[in-house]
C-alpha cells in the first residue's frame, strides 16, 4: 500500500460523491500516480463500507474488461472486479433515469448465480459450472465517474469499475445445458442492432470470468458465497445510451431483456 488510510477515505468519499451526484472528475491517478493495486481496491472496498453503513445491500458481484473488444475499447490489458449496488437494480422493461447519470454505456452479459460458495485460488471452469445454480441475460448500464470514460485500471478499480445500473432477464437456464461459448448475443438500440457477439468473447468461455474472481477474492480471504449473482462482462463494446433510447438485448437461448432511458 502506497497511500496512507486519510488518504483512501477522502478518495472513497469524493468518487462516491462523484456517483450520488452525477458528477464527473480526473482520474485520480493524476494526482496519486503512486497508488498500487491494493490501494486501488481498497478505496473500492471503502465505497462499499460506506454504501452499507447507510443501508444499502450488495446485490451482486462484477468482473469487468473480461472481452478484448471492452479491453480495445478502454486501453486496458486485465480485468478488473466489482459490486453491484442493491439500489442499481432494474427491473425488467424497467427505466433508467438520464440524469442520475455521467454518460451512461450499456454492455451485454451473461449473468451467473452460483448454488454454491466458490472460493480460489485454483478455481478452473469446471469448478465454476459445478458450483453454478443458473445463468441469465443481463444489461449493465456502466457510468465511469472519470471525465470522458478516460482512466487506467487503478482508477477505474477504485470507481467501483464503473458500476451504475443493471437489469436482469428471467429466463433462467442450468449453465450445463448450454455452450456458453457459442450463444449467440445481439444488442439492439432503437429496434437497430448496434452490437454483435459471443459468449466466447468473455475470455474464452465466460466461466474464466467467474473463476478469474473466485481466485482474486481467494487472494484476499474472501470467497463468492452461495447465491451470488455475478456479472461476468461486456461480450461486445460498450454502447452509449442517452433520453428516449429503448435498449434490448437477445442472447440465444437465454431470451430478451430490455430498458428504457428516461
Ligand atoms: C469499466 C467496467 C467494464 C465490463 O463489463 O467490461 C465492465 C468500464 O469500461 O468503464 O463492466
Ligand atoms: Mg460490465
Known amino acids: 500500500m502506497k497511500l496512507d488510510q486519510a488518504t483512501i477515505a477522502q478518495l472513497a468519499e469524493h468518487l462516491e460523491n462523484c456517483e450520488l451526484k452525477a458528477r464527473d472528475t480526473p482520474k485520480i491517478t493524476d494526482e496519486h500516480s503512486a497508488m498500487d493495486w491494493d490501494d486501488a481496491y481498497a478505496i473500492q472496498d471503502e465505497i462499499r463500507r460506506r454504501k452499507i453503513a447507510r443501508g444499502s445491500r450488495v446485490a451482486g458481484l462484477k468482473a469487468g474488461l473480461t472481452s478484448f473488444a471492452k479491453m480495445k475499447q478502454m486501453g486496458v490489458g486485465t480485468p478488473v472486479f466489482g459490486f453491484l449496488p442493491d439500489y442499481g437494480a432494474v427491473p425488467e422493461g424497467g427505466t433508467i433515469t438520464v440524469d442520475e447519470l455521467i454518460h451512461p454505456r450499456i454492455e451485454p ?108 477474492l481467494g487472494a484476499r480471504g474472501e470467497e463468492i458465497p452461495a447465491g451470488a449473482m455475478i456479472f461476468s462482462g461486456g461480450i461486445t463494446e460498450a454502447v452509449a445510451a442517452g433520453r428516449g433510447d429503448n435498449i434490448t438485448l437477445r442472447i440465444h437461448e437465454l431470451g430478451s431483456v430490455a430498458c428504457k432511458f428516461v
Not at 448500464?141 to 470507481?159: E, P
Not at 428471467?170 to 456458453?180: C, E, F, G, N, V
Open 109 to 216: 452479459e451473461i449473468v451467473f448465480v452460483m448454488k454454491h460458495a466458490l472460493k480460489g485460488p485454483g478455481c478452473h471452469i469446471g469448478a465454476v459450472l459445478a458450483a453454478t445454480d443458473f445463468v441469465m441475460p443481463g444489461l449493465e448500464v456502466i457510468d465511469s465517474r472519470y471525465r470522458d470514460f478516460k482512466f487506467d485500471l487503478k482508477s477505474v478499480i477504485a470507481d467501483n469499475t464503473s458500476s451504475a445500473r443493471f437489469v436482469v432477464g428471467a429466463r433462467i437456464k442450468p449453465a450445463a445445458t448450454l455452450d456458453l461459448r457459442t450463444l449467440g448475443v445481439v444488442l439492439e438500440k432503437n429496434g437497430a442492432i448496434v452490437a454483435l457477439g459471443a459468449g466466447a468473447a468473455v475470455l474464452g468461455h465466460p466461466a474464466t470470468a467467474v473463476a478469474m474472481l473466485a481466485n482474486h
